[in-house]
Every structure is written in C-alpha cells, then in structure tokens.
C-alpha cells in the first residue's frame, strides 16, 4: 500500500514538472534593444520597455513578427505625409511604366525611332515653309502699301482710309504669322528634345545589363530631412537639384538605375534582403513651386521591413536635404571664383 502511494507521490511529481517545462517553452521570446543600445532577451517585456521596437521569437531564435515602437502623434502625422507623397510617386512610376509600354510596342529598334523622328521633322519643315511664305508676302504686300500710301503724301493728297485701315490688317498679319512661326519654331525643338530623350530611354530598356555604365562612385528645417525632401527655390535650383539627386540616389542605392528624366528618378527594386533601392521625384507644391522627394524601398519581406526602418536608412535620408544644399553652394562658390 506504501509503495502504491509513494509511486502516485512520483507520478504525480514528473507529471507537475513536465507540464511545467512545456508551458515554459511555450512561452514565447522577446528580443529588444533600449535607447542606450542595450540588446535583451526575456519572455516578458517590461512595461518601461514596451515603447522600443520588439522581436518575438521562435525557439530556434527565428524572428517571427516585429512589432514597431510606439510612434509619437508628431511622428504619426510624418508617416501620413509620407504617405501622401509615396501616393504622388506612385503616380509618377506608374505613368512612367505606361510610357515604357508604349514606346517598346510601337517601335523596334532605333532605326525604326529615327525614321519616325524623319517624317516627324519633314512635316515640321512643311509647315514652317508654308508660314514663312505667308510672312514673306505679308511683309511685300505692307511694304508696297506702305509705298501707295507714301505716293498720296508725297502729293499733298491724304492717305484713303481704306488704304489706311489695309496697312494696319496687314501689320497685325505679319505680327500674328511672326508670332506663329516662333510658336512653331519652340514646338519643333520640344519634339525634338521628347524624341531625343526617347530614343535614349528605349535604348536604356533594350541594352542588355553588361552594356550598361558603371554606378557612379563618389564621395559622398526638422521635417524636410526626416521626410526625404527638398524645396526648390526656383527653376534654375531645381535643375541643378535634380542631377545633385541622381548623384545621391546612385551612390545611395545599391540596385542599379532604371529610370530617369525631367520627373523621375528610380533605381531598380531591390532583390536581396541586403539592398536598398532610392527613388527621387519632382513634385508640384503648386502653379510654381516645387519639392524634391526621396524615397528608400526595401526588399518586400520581414528582413527588408527591418532593414528600411532601421538607422542607416533613416540616416541617409536625412542627409539628403544637407548633401543637395552642400552640393549647391559649392557650385555657387566655384561659379563666383575668377578664371586665371
């Protein structure tokens, strides 16, 4: 009888301690570092501590969610701008893979591009030929009507008034066809400068990786730096901004570049939970103003979301602001220096 109730004591015993240990490894770990740097591990997170970013871990030590720190509500409305401004730059993107769509269904080759340029410019002359006669025979017609009109002064007559009112039609007739062959003249040239820019870019889309340049490789107000943004001054700033720009997102990203013109800059997505991919847009404020937006994009996975919302990335895109300043004063003080 002993014996049966000693092993019942025993059994009982291991059954406690077993339960035990399995609840234990139940449980789940934490993995957190403090604002001092300190890294710690514990099933439990302190209330003092649950501000800070978390892991929770597997039994393996496999991450396998992260919870974000708590955001202030100065930081909460930074993400919504963020998020207005990915929103405009989505728009961009977007836009930007139609136009490739397009260009690479509607042509070949670049033979097939400067041929289309040809007829394109042909008709152009045409046209221009066509307004340069009419301004040629407006300029004869007022010039011999202004020889009538001379006659009738010459012999102390005056000048009809149908003569009179003839001499101003043809006066606004050559203004008017001036005005036309310069209106003809800068459309032209943007023609040419879009067909330019896209025979470059269809050339870009064709080429294969290994024909492709080399990665440049040079030395490297509160919401604009943690945004990513910079606000131009005026056009000439902007310009000049811009390439500052693409200089900082190829150096930056470690992609390659995919896109490039007057309203994009983008490099390609990264591939690896390792790379980081920046974009730069040129957003309107309004009618006449205009901000510079970078952007950093990660990898789409658990390892890339850590990755974009760790320091370094926070750092580069606030350096962005001071680098594109840095850049243009520099330029502003080489441009002031006397040539010897």
Request: positive net charge; proline residues 4%; hydrophobic residues 35%.
């Amino acid at each position: 009888m002993r014996i049966r109730i000693f092993r019942t004591i025993i059994f009982s015993a291991c059954l406690i301690c077993l339960l035990g240990s399995q609840s234990i490894l139940a449980k789940k770990m934490y993995r957190w570092v403090d604002e001092n740097g300190n890294t710690y591990f514990s099933d439990q997170v302190p209330p003092g501590q649950a501000k800070h970013s978390r892991a929770s871990l597997s039994k393996t030590g496999r991450v396998l969610e992260i919870t974000e720190e708590a955001k202030t509500t100065e930081q909460l409305e930074q993400d919504k701008r963020l998020d207005e401004l990915r929103k405009e730059q989505g728009k961009l993107i977007a836009n930007q893979k139609t136009y490739d769509k397009a260009l690479l269904s509607t042509f070949r080759s670049k033979e097939d591009m400067l041929l289309a340029m040809q007829v394109k410019t042909e008709s152009l002359n045409k046209q221009k030929n066509i307004i340069e006669g009419n301004l040629k025979r407006f300029t004869e017609q007022l010039k011999k009507q202004q020889k009538e009109a001379g006659e009738f002064e010459r012999n102390a007559q005056p000048v009809p008034k149908k003569l009179l009112d003839e001499i101003v039609l043809t006066q606004h007739q050559i203004n008017y066809t001036q005005s036309a062959l310069q209106s003809h003249v800068e459309k032209h040239n943007q023609i040419k400068k879009i067909d330019e820019a896209d025979i470059a870019r269809f050339l870009f889309l064709t080429q294969s990786t290994k024909d492709k340049p080399p990665r440049a490789k040079i030395p490297s107000i509160k919401e604009a730096n943690e945004l990513g943004l910079f606000y131009c001054e005026n056009d000439h700033q902007c310009r000049k901004a811009w390439e500052i720009g693409r200089i900082f997102v190829n150096f930056h990203s470690t992609t390659e570049a995919d896109v490039y013109n007057e309203e994009l800059i983008m490099n390609r997505p990264p591939p690896t939970d390792a790379d980081i991919s920046l974009s730069l847009s040129k957003l309107a404020i309004n009618e006449d103003d205009y901000q510079l937006f970078l952007d950093i994009r990660c990898r789409d996975s658990l390892a890339g979301k850590q990755l974009c919302a760790s320091q370094k990335v926070k750092d580069i895109r606030s350096s962005f602001r001071a680098y594109v300043n840095d850049a243009l004063s520099r330029d502003a003080l080489s441009s002031k220096v006397p040539t010897p």
